[in-house]
């Protein structure tokens, strides 16, 4: 499983329509959407699945037309909701050839709705190999087993690195045992380990604490992660236990993480539950990195310097997430790249 810095030949976006959990505040999550597919579609190809609703109430397709006046390639599948992350293909490569890896997605457990969005990838694959020259990627179905992408991540290296409370939580797995998973994983995502991070997680989050909400990989063995918030806040606990995993992780060399740490944002709040605010949820994209910001210009500023630190030469882009999170995520789980 390459890791995501590496060049990516497209990034999925799948469009919020109205008749998702978006439909109070569509004009508002369609403005974050149509940012970060300029912002991609700059850098490479674009491909958004867009459900039958997004070609309603909108005058003359415009929105549509809009999306393919910036080369976006947009097929028309019908879908639940909008979190390619977790419902789109997992690339991995096999002897230079790009694999897609089709697994089941349950709405994290069976918590919502997902048989529309379980067959996504299907015919995405049907509509994207059409035509394809000189033949597309290998296709993959894994639909008896349950994974999200936002709870895998690859240092490209031989390492990916996931959460226990994620990948053992009800509805996923069961029965199978971790070491089982583990066997699997390390099968299907050509990893030599699995690292399993026993704590770290953030209130609000559906997914079970997935690992791209808390530590993310980047080159020369660097590890981002949330820094654990003063005593006062909640999490503070759980992300001094996971800071303290961090510390004593190694390689596969034997040495050391490098580690860099972000802030965890000031607390949100939607009908007074707190929301699952999290720097880490950035995505890394051919010459850039789309950042979610949260309307702190300062913890935005410093999240995004550290996120150049662990990147240099790409160009960091803020992109305001206060939309995204009011649904309970954020820019990485909306995004999905193909290598």
């Known amino acids: 499983m390459p890791a995501e810095w590496e060049p990516q030949r497209a990034v999925q976006l799948t469009w919020p329509h109205g008749a998702t959990d978006w439909a109070p505040m569509l004009t508002d999550i369609e403005k974050v959407y149509l940012t970060m597919a300029r912002e991609i579609a700059r850098r490479e190809q674009l491909i958004v699945v867009a459900a039958p609703q997004c070609y309603t109430g909108d005058a003359d ?78 296709y993959e179905s894994h639909l008896d087993f349950v994974l999200e992408g936002g709870s895998i991540e690859s240092d490209g290296r031989g390492t990916v690195l996931t ?33 399993w991070l026993q704590n ?45 995993e961090l510390r004593q992780l190694r390689t596969l060399e034997g040495r050391p993480y490098r580690l860099l740490s972000l802030p965890l944002p000031q607390p949100i709040f939607d009908d ?35 996120v150049a630190e662990a990147f240099p030469g790409r160009q960091v882009v803020g992109v305001d997430c206060r939309p995204v999170i009011r649904q309970h995520g954020s820019l990485h789980c909306c995004t999905m790249q193909y290598y």
């Not at 990989?217 to 606990?237: N, V």
Request: hydrophobic fraction near 40%.
């Open 200 to 244: 770290g997680h953030l209130e609000g989050d559906d997914t079970d604490g997935h690992i791209d909400t808390l530590v993310r990989a980047a080159p020369d063995d660097t590890l981002i992660y949330i820094a654990p918030p003063d005593a006062s806040d909640p999490h503070h606990a759980s992300l001094t236990a996971l800071e303290s």
């Open 272 to 306: 007074g539950q707190r929301l699952p605010a999290t720097y880490a949820n950035y995505l890394v994209i051919n010459g850039a990195v789309l950042m979610p910001t949260y309307g702190q210009p300062d913890l935005d500023r410093q999240a995004m310097n550290v």
């Open 61 to 138: 397709g415009s929105l549509m037309e809009r999306l393919r006046s910036l080369g976006a390639t947009v097929c028309r599948i019908p879908t639940d909701d909008t979190w390619a992350r977790d419902h789109g293909f997992i690339s991995v490569e096999a002897e230079g050839q790009l694999v897609l890896l089709d697994f089941c997605f349950n709405g994290w457990g069976r918590k919502f709705a997902a048989s529309q969005d379980n067959a996504i990838n299907a015919r995405l694959y049907h509509l994207l190999a059409q035509g394809h020259h000189p033949a597309p990627p290998l």
């Open 163 to 195: 959460t226990e409370c994620c990948l053992m939580a009800p509805h996923r797995n069961q029965p199978l045992t971790r070491d089982q998973i583990d066997r699997r994983l390390r099968q299907w995502l050509g990893a030599e380990r699995i690292v």
